[in-house]
């Protein structure tokens, strides 16, 4: 069985090919660049994310490897995640909108996240790999980047094409090969009336 055959979710109930298939890889192709047709669709899928009021809370940084960009958000990464996040092509930062005219966005966090969702079921219809990280300094980021307060780097997310499997270092391998786990549904439903 390939390793993508391998991570598609065992779902108790049947959901769509793609959100089965999606994982975080931690597997990146550090000699592709990155899809920019397939780049374009993910950040549009993100754009056509609801969102409260349609306030569309949302920043997006593109930091393709290579550019200045990138170096800034890859310094700003944990050791761990640089170690294998670094060779994406891309690194996307999400950013949220906490205040519009002076006014707080309570759903902002909710809004990104629903954006970032979006961009990771479309990538990876597009045939790139994702992973989200909070693993980063976010205030070390924003100062990088010059991003200031009502705006702020919530999480970062590797995309690109998968790497090899057998070429990882062992820490990365034995996750990438880990049984892949939820808790049942019925421990999440609070009330089911
Ligand atoms: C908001 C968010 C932050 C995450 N931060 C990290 C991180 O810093 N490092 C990491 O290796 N994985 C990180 N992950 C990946 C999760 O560990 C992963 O999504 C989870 O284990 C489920 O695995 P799956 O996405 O392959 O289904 C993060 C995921 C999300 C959604």
């Known amino acids: 069985m390939s390793l993508i055959e391998d991570r598609v979710a065992d779902t108790d109930a049947p959901v769509l090919d793609i959100l089965a298939a999606r994982w975080s890889t931690r597997l990146y192709d550090e000699t592709s660049p990155i899809d920019e047709d397939a780049l374009a669709s993910a950040l549009e899928a993100a754009r056509w994310a609801p969102s409260a009021f349609n306030l ?32 994406a092509g891309a690194l996307v930062v999400f950013v949220a909108q906490t205040e519009i005219d002076g006014k707080p966005v309570p759903t902002a966090l909710y809004d990104l ?8 079921v479309q990538a990876h219809a597009d045939g790139l790999y994702t992973h989200q990280m909070t693993g980063f300094d976010a205030s070390a980021l924003a100062a990088a980047l010059g991003i200031e307060s009502p705006f702020a780097p919530l999480t970062v997310m590797a995309v690109g094409d998968l790497g090899d499997v057998d070429a990882a270092p062992a820490a990365v391998r034995e996750r990438e090969l880990a049984p892949r786990t939820r808790r049942p549904v019925t421990e999440s439903v609070l009330i089911d009336d």
């Open 113 to 120: 996240g629903q954006a970032a969702a979006h961009f990771t």
């Open 56 to 87: 569309q809370p949302w920043r997006f940084v593109v930091a393709r490897r290579g550019s200045a960009t990138h170096e800034k958000v890859v310094a700003t990464l944990v050791d761990f995640n640089k170690a294998w996040a670094a060779p």
